[in-house]
């Protein structure tokens, strides 16, 4: 089985940096992605990283350390609109018939404050 | 454009009833997902399919059935409604191993 540790709720301030960790536990990995979604929304893809190390997409990056089984996605120059839950994701080779599910984490729910 | 569509947006719905919720994509995937989702809850994957003619069950039993006869269309089914089934259904495709798309999900309530 897997199964992905992440915080409920992190509150931070417009303009600041926050980091938003997830730990997971599985038979087998093959990577870790990140989904971000609005109250009321659809889950949307923000980034995936399949070796160690910080993977930057513009304002948001996302680190992964394998031997940690550890992961994060930091957003910096936080924005009122980035207030929203965010996933971490596994595809765990083991997960049963197909390999090619994702396992989500419970989410973390984001809100800026101005 | 390529795109995944999920129709009827919201539904509420007598116990007992049949339903299908609709989802098509046209960006050519042959993997397509459903997730169930609570408010303020995880996904949790009730079906999959990697192509036509091809579906199973998920990690979380459902009492719905999907099919797949055609690539871009992926159905589901609730053979007879209950207020247990009350939740949001999430459509999604993606042919990238970890990369997926969602479409804007299904609100149902049933009474």
């Known amino acids: 089985g897997q199964s992905l540790e992440q915080p409920s709720e992190v509150t931070a301030v417009e303009g600041a940096i926050v980091q938003i960790n997830c730990t997971y536990q599985t038979s087998g990995f093959y990577g870790l992605s990140w989904y971000q979604q609005h109250d009321g929304g659809a889950p949307t893809f923000l980034s995936y990283n399949a070796l160690d190390g910080l993977e930057e997409t513009g304002r948001f990056s996302s680190f992964l350390s394998r031997s940690d089984s550890y992961g994060y996605l930091l957003l910096q120059e936080l924005q009122m609109k980035d207030s929203a839950s965010y996933f971490c994701a596994v595809r765990d080779p083991q997960s049963g018939a197909g390999s090619y599910q994702l396992t989500f984490g419970k989410g973390t729910k984001l809100s800026v404050i101005p | 454009e390529a795109d995944i569509y999920q129709t009827p947006r919201y539904l509420v719905i007598g116990t007992g009833k049949k339903i299908t919720l609709e989802c098509s994509q046209t960006?050519?995937?042959?993997?397509m997902y459903w997730y169930q989702q609570d408010p303020g809850m995880e996904l949790h994957l009730i079906h999959y399919s990697y192509g036509v003619n091809s579906t199973e069950k998920g990690d979380l039993s459902s009492e719905s059935t999907v099919s797949r006869i055609r690539t871009e269309h992926f159905p589901l089914t609730l053979e007879s409604a209950r207020p247990s089934h009350t939740s949001q259904y999430l459509c999604?495709?993606?042919?990238?191993?970890?990369?997926?798309?969602f479409g804007p999900g299904t609100r149902l309530t049933v009474l």
């Open positions: 960006m050519g995937h042959d993997k």
């Open positions: 999604a495709s993606g042919d990238r191993d970890n990369e997926q798309f």
